[in-house]
């Protein structure tokens, strides 16, 4: 009986450690809140080199990657592409930026952002998606009566009466068999909105990872396999609508390589990322007249390619500051928390318990409380075992043991021990 | 004697668990006006588009209603029993400590299941009848963690009634209000998708301290 | 004819406060023992110890050769136990509480209850929570009845109840005591219905035990001596002679253990001079005041 109840008593002693590692450091990093660096990266035509906004609680600064500062209206200048409303308003747009003649509604064509950040990629939204006819003749995309899921065949649901439309399932269904598709999909990627200029439907991948392209044309499936290699680790494809019409969307691989879906029957482009993991960092690819930008953000930095249209890489540039474990905060919480556990993460939308683990310093603490674990245990007569065991959590889990055993409160000490109280 | 030691139980709580049952009924039930009236000012297309674009969860007012479920339960089956440490009355039965401890727990939440056993049925048959089956599979494993939290704050409220020593108490209350919230985090559907199991049997960890608190109270405060 | 229960050198303290110290008595099957004692000198400790609802510092305490605080459920089906204040299921009436009881015990009988219950003016589907005090008691002491159990522990079953339910509980339970090898084991404050019930008693003073012995023993030997003595403001010490003591005036009183020769001896000892000594005849609440002090 005792032995089962001192079985429990360590249950709780975990439970203890466990609600402790959750909320103390959860506390800890409310209270020393990281201040954030804001960073925006451009890239000046008229320069020919990059251009930062730095904003912080101070204010914000507008420099060059030298350290010179302009004032507001003289960064503005510096990149027209971005401001072009806002200098023709002010009648500074240049007529001609690096041999190219200017034209605002040219400009507004080609500038064209894309983000990608891995709560993105980790998100499984409900595979059911409306597919909106992309060539019905109207200014504006009309929202669809029904919802498609591809599961063991492609299948429409009719929301108001919430069953399947057979005419249409079994349409679609052998559009995608004919053109070799393996049901059912493992992804399915577009824009459900209606707020987009036109559409260009999903691109979803096969049961053997084979990327198709699916839309409705005139009532008509259009379903094409794009012949984008299987063996690419396609983790996500942002889908886009862009007036320009030069590319369909961002792939996003396992192995970190970016690359755009072409226009060009679907060709890979591939962008020359660098020193970036999809599950830690953003990705953002901006566009506009005469360059491609990439920019992937990091807690403790970032790094910035710009390319040409043709995606050749003109420049570089990038930028470290001292991140979250480098601050005081950090350093001190390396030595306090042998590790912490969250149940959210900033990357990913599921719940789970988030381990991170300290480095050695933590030892230094654990085995302070350590010996004042022993201390106290003699104090309370426990047998010389069962100090064994709780020496070894209060070891391995520096405070939060500490709290556990100062939390249980007796032990059912040895009773042949002599008592002094 | 298990059977006597039910009748008790049921005699003891039968009014709360009819309240909390039309509780939850009633909130199930406004759930599906709400639902029904958002389809009649709002298209079903557009209704079903906004709810998987935003993951809208339409049912998210039972959330809190099955902690509170849990802990009504606890409170109203426990209190009679420390009031005046009647708990004294049921271990002096003929019947081993532990097992009367179990059995009753057993009791409790056997009856919560039922509730909740309830909802989830109501629910379901509402998100079959109107939405595309991917609501009522994400519904599931939405709700999952909610049942299971209000499965765990019943037991946390067990141990913590049972406990006779005030300071030890008080870490219990701490504790459990921590770990509790565990339960009741994320936005959106199906967040505890990749951890519901370790909520279960975080539950069924937690359920073992009910008898360290049974022990403690047979060792009286020294 | 064994003991029942037996405790051995008991110890407890709550905190760093002394409660009693090795307490030892044994109650033998068949006789009506009393836990006799002020508020707060420990009767309630013992009988949760007893009970098995407290592990003391230090001692033994057993009860049908278990030890108390693992008794099996065997065991406990032949103890019956009122809980001080008549404590029981006060949501249910008396007939779910008679069903509920008799499916835990085997040799349950139900018509001592019902009988008890007749004589109750209440309906079947009364809750307790509804009745007097004192109806209350006779629940719980039909339900004690009904389990016919081998030993009864009644914790303070006096509280709260007028003379009769007093009268009406001694009444039962002298009945039921005359049925063979049942023992009870009763706690009380309230001394003066216990005179011809008690065959022994331990009587408990703060942090110590006054006396254990069969209450015959107790009367005869344990007396009260009166005498008027001359010298002004006298004060008597207690000792070993002198357990308690009481002046008013010029007239002082002494409760002691010992002779009429020893008593006189022991005061010339002292150089108090004394006249008119006497025995004084004391009943049992007398001799219990007189042992415990008044206040």
Known sequence: ?421 | MFKSLVFKEWLKIRWVFTGLAILNFLVVMNIYFDLLNTFKVYSANVVVGQFQAYEIVFYSNIEYILLFTGLILGVFQLFPEINQTRLKLTFHLPVKENKLMFQMVSVGVLLLITIFLFDAALLSIICIKFLPREFFESMLITTLPWYVGGICTYIWLVTIFIEPNWVKRTISILVAVGIISLFYAGDGFGKYAFSAWYFVLLTGFCSSIIFLSAYNFKRGIC | MGNVVEIKNLTHYYGKKLVFENLSFNIREGSIFGLLGKNGTGKTTTINILNGFLRPKSGKCLMFGEDSYNLSPTTKARVGFLIEGHIQYSYMNIKQIEKFYSAFYPRWKKEPYYELMSKLAVTEDQKLSKMSCGQRSQVALGLILAQDPDLLILDDYSMGLDAGYRRLFIDYLTEYAKAENKTIFITSHIIQDLENFLDECVILDYRSVLCTMPIKDFLANFKQFRFESSIPDLKLEKDDVIKNSEVIKNKAAIYTFAKKEEVESHLVSKGINFTNLHQEAMSLEDAFIGITGKY
């Open chain 1, 1 to 421: 009986m005792l032995k089962r109840i001192n079985i429990i008593r360590i249950i709780l002693m975990l439970i203890i450690v466990l609600a402790a590692s959750i909320f103390i450091p959860d506390f800890y990093w409310k209270a020393n809140k990281h201040e954030i660096n804001r960073t925006s990266v451009y890239y000046s035509p008229i320069k020919k080199s990059f251009v930062l906004l730095k904003s912080d609680v101070r204010g914000v600064n507008y420099t060059d990657i030298k350290g010179k500062q302009f004032s507001r209206d003289e960064f503005e200048e510096l990149i027209p592409f971005v401001n072009f409303r806002q200098l023709m308003l002010m009648g500074k747009l240049p007529d001609t930026i690096d041999g190219h003649s200017i034209v605002p509604r040219e400009i507004n064509l080609n500038n064209v952002t894309l983000r990608v950040n891995p709560i993105m990629i980790n998100s499984r939204p409900l595979q059911l998606f409306p597919l909106f006819e992309s060539a019905s003749g109207r200014v504006r995309l009309e929202l669809s009566p029904d919802y498609f899921r591809i599961g063991k065949r492609m299948e429409f649901v009719t929301s108001i009466t919430n069953e399947v439309n057979e005419e249409k399932s079994q349409l679609f269904t052998s559009a995608l068999q004919k053109e070799g598709f393996s049901f059912p999909s493992k992804g399915i990627y577009g824009n459900p909105t209606t707020k987009k200029p036109f559409d260009e439907g999903y691109f979803v991948i096969d049961n053997s990872n084979k990327v198709f392209h699916i839309k409705m044309v005139k009532g008509k499936p259009f379903c094409k396999n794009t012949g984008i290699p299987s063996s690419l680790g396609i983790v996500f494809i942002s889908a886009v609508e862009f007036e320009l019409r030069e590319f369909y969307g961002l792939i996003i691989t396992d192995k970190n390589e970016a690359y755009f879906i072409s226009y060009d029957n679907y060709r890979l482009i591939q962008l020359p990322v660098k020193d970036y993991d999809h599950q830690e960092n953003t990705l953002q690819v901006r566009g506009d007249l005469l360059y491609r930008i990439l920019v992937v953000n990091k807690e403790s930095g970032f790094n910035t390619v710009v390319t040409d249209r043709n995606y050749q890489v003109v420049d570089r540039y990038s930028e470290r500051w001292p991140g979250k474990e480098s601050s005081t905060a950090g350093i001190v919480s390396a030595y306090i928390f042998p590790f912490t556990i969250a149940i959210e993460k900033d990357t990913t939308p599921f719940i789970n318990f988030y381990f991170k683990f300290s480095d050695l310093r933590c030892l230094f603490l654990s085995v302070v409380f350590l010996i004042i674990t022993v201390f106290y245990l003699r104090k309370k007569n426990v047998a010389t075992k069962k100090m064994g065991y709780f020496s070894v959590l209060v070891l391995l889990t520096g405070m939060y043991g500490f709290i556990a055993v100062l939390a249980i409160k007796d032990f059912d000490d040895d009773p042949s021990i002599p008592k002094n109280s």
